[in-house]
T-cell receptor, first 110, second 115 residues
Framework: EDQVTQSPEALRLQEGESSSLNCSYT??????LFWYRQDPGKGPEFLFT???AGEEKEKERLKATLTKKESFLHITAPKPEDSATYLC???????????FGTGTSLTVIP | ETGVTQTPRHLVMGMTNKKSLKCEQH?????MYWYKQSAKKPLELMFV???????ENNSVPSRFSPECPNSSHLFLHLHTLQPEDSALYLC??????????????FGPGTRLTVL
């Protein structure tokens, strides 16, 4: 069964304290893995798409990596404005399904 | 307008009402999606339209009725809803290509409350 698990469920960091968010997935074949940021009451904002194991993408303080079983979202020297829920989703090779995790709620304390 | 827009942003309706949610994408995409987001649950994919044809219906109750008149517009018609249908309804669009690019871009959502 295709599924996505994100951990931790919630994370509190001091400003400048780097950390990583995990997305573990089980899918018959991966077409793409997606990271989104979601602020309260808003729609998810696209961050990254990863297609194959070993791939890495960066944007400002964020870096996403992908293996055959999981993806990490590394946050370097976070700032309070990075506080949000980060969502991971996978799109299998066949069909039109997208499977989302429940997200990691990140709080960065000044 | 840019990106994906949704109206209304907030909707309160009784169980006997009929209402519609509207989504419009300004990205030149050819696939559109409806999702339901409830607290503490993953986003649930409800419907998928590709080139204006419905290609996915994830066992959604018939009180939700989608409509896609063209590649830029998507509607979700609601009737006789239940209180458990209260949630954030998100619209997304993507550019389906022959290989892999299926990145979805989301609208701001409609917060629906069913009394």
């Amino acid at each position: 069964e295709d599924q996505v698990t994100q951990s931790p469920e919630a994370l509190r960091l001091q400003e400048g304290e780097s950390s990583s968010l995990n997305c573990s997935y089980t899918v018959s074949g991966l077409r793409g893995l997606f990271w989104y940021r979601q602020d309260p009451g808003k729609g998810p904002e696209f961050l990254f798409t990863l297609y194959s194991a070993g791939e890495e993408k960066e944007k400002e303080r964020l870096k996403a990596t992908l293996t055959k079983k999981e993806s990490f979202l590394h946050i370097t020297a976070p700032k309070p404005e990075d506080s949000a829920t980060y969502l991971c989703a996978v799109h299998p090779n066949t069909g039109n399904q997208f499977y989302f995790g429940t997200g990691t709620s990140l709080t960065v304390i000044p | 307008e840019t990106g994906v827009t949704q109206t209304p942003r907030h909707l309160v309706m009784g169980m006997t009402n009929k209402k519609s949610l509207k989504c419009e994408q300004h990205l030149g995409h050819n696939a559109m999606y409806w999702y339901k987001q409830s607290a503490k649950k993953p986003l649930e994919l409800m419907f998928v339209y590709s080139l204006e044809e419905r290609v996915e219906n994830n066992s959604v109750p018939s009180r939700f009725s989608p409509e896609c008149p063209n590649s830029s517009h998507l509607f979700l018609h609601l009737h006789t809803l239940q209180p458990e249908d209260s949630a954030l309804y998100l619209c997304a669009s993507s550019k389906k290509r022959s290989r892999v690019e299926d990145t979805q871009y989301f609208g701001p959502g409609t917060r629906l409350t069913v009394l």
